[in-house]
């Protein structure tokens, strides 16, 4: 008699995300587990982090991946960056956005929504306006990558307005990170957050994380304590990015998922080797092929800016959209997504995030497309 009923199957992640994990990924994962504060593993650590450095394209010595999904990463910057009764700006135009305010409004802010049509993204003027509205707001949150509608927001120029007006800018870059162009310093991001399972093809469990000089300056002038022990960064800082004496001066806070960051930091390798500009070409191109070839089956967007790592499609007339996903699982082992929130039963998701981005995939999930639509 076997207690197991179910084996994880080798299916083909074009979801929004976990995205598919390359064997070296998960080879590191099965690498044997060390002490948190053995040296080895703080040196392991330290790379992970100067990887993650490179690749949110910062210089920033607090940036460290948060143990927890990206939602741990949304939850710490809220919780380090706001104090309850402090005005904050969240921008909703899908799932994340709204969760953005939800978080934001569980850590006693007073939430300004800046809403726009799911699928839809801002402009300069739009923000800039809602910034002039209130004027003491602290942070300005906003979604890079917006997974639920696959709309990109361009986010250069937007930290000049944002700055000029004494607030912060905080970022969600869960699916941009490593699949489209992202500049943590040059486009003056005071925080972001990230994942570990879109673009960078890591299993779930880690949320990379960075914090800029007026982030640190805005929690250092805190005047309660940060609501969560877990997230509160004061603390975890003294083990991440540690100081003098023995140890590095680590201070233990909780125990590192330690095999995560092995795999982390082989995934980081992963980009690096691929080189960050190569990798976001290639998002662009296979984003390209799966737009050419869904227009060749007549199925269209529905964001006017299109992300590449989540392409958010028209379910079309007369197509049953649970029995469609249903039989690329079984028959073909591909998972896409579902439509989230506003968008369920009206779109299809379908990640090209990371390894999952290739010629292979695409080809693949529009050959059953065709099949199963015709
Ligand atoms: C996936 C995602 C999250 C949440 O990450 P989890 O790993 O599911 O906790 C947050 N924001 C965006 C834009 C996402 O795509």
Same mark, same amino acid.
């Given at each position: ?234 603390? !975890?800082?003294?083990? +991440?990015?540690?100081?003098? #004496? /023995? %140890?590095? *001066? ?7 998922? &330690? ?68 039989? !690329?699982?079984?028959? +073909?082992?591909?998972?896409? #997504? /579902? %439509?989230? *929130? ?7 998701? &379908? ?24």
């Amino acid at each position: 008699m076997s207690y197991l009923t179910a084996q994880p199957a080798e299916r083909i992640l074009l979801g929004p995300g976990p995205s598919p994990v390359p064997q070296r990924v998960l080879r590191a994962l099965s690498a044997p587990t060390l002490g948190h504060l053995d040296p080895q593993y703080l040196t392991i650590m330290d790379e992970t982090c100067a990887m993650l450095r490179e690749v949110f394209g910062t210089k920033n010595a607090l940036t460290f991946p948060v143990s927890g999904t990206g939602m741990a990463g949304m939850e710490c910057c809220a919780v380090n960056l706001v104090e309850p009764g402090d005005e904050v700006i969240v921008c909703v135009n899908g799932v994340f956005g709204a969760r953005m305010k939800d978080v934001m409004e569980r850590c006693g802010a007073v939430v300004h929504a800046l809403e726009a049509p799911w699928g839809e993204g801002y402009t300069i003027e739009q923000i800039t306006a809602k910034l002039d509205q209130h004027p003491k707001a602290k942070v300005f949150a906003i979604v890079q990558a917006e997974t639920s509608t696959g709309a990109l927001q361009p986010l250069e120029g937007i930290a000049d307005v944002v700055h000029a007006r004494g607030a912060l800018l905080l970022v969600d870059a869960v699916t941009s990170l490593g699949g489209h162009e992202l500049k943590v310093d040059a486009w003056g991001i005071d925080a972001i957050y990230s994942g570990t399972q879109k673009c960078l093809s890591c299993p779930p469990g880690l949320s990379p994380v960075s914090f800029g000089d007026r982030a640190l300056a805005r929690m250092d002038a805190r005047k309660t304590k940060v609501q969560s022990w877990y997230l509160d960064v004061s603390m !975890l800082r003294k083990y +991440y990015t540690g100081g003098s #004496g /023995a %140890g590095g *001066g680590r201070v233990y806070h909780h125990t590192a998922p &330690i095999n995560m960051t092995y795999a982390l930091r082989e995934a980081l390798v992963m980009v690096l080797e691929e080189g960050l500009d190569a990798r976001i070409a290639r998002h662009a191109a296979m984003h390209q092929r799966l737009r050419a070839g869904l227009a060749d089956l007549g199925l269209g967007y529905i964001p006017s800016r299109s992300l590449h790592s989540l392409n958010c499609i028209r379910i079309p007339e007369g197509a049953n959209d649970g029995a469609v996903r249903g039989r !690329l699982l079984t028959e +073909y082992g591909i998972e896409i #997504g /579902a %439509g989230l *929130g506003v968008m369920a039963g009206k779109a299809w998701r &379908i990640g090209l995030m990371g390894h999952g981005s290739n010629v292979r995939n695409v080809d693949l999930v529009l050959a059953a497309l065709r099949n199963i639509l015709k």
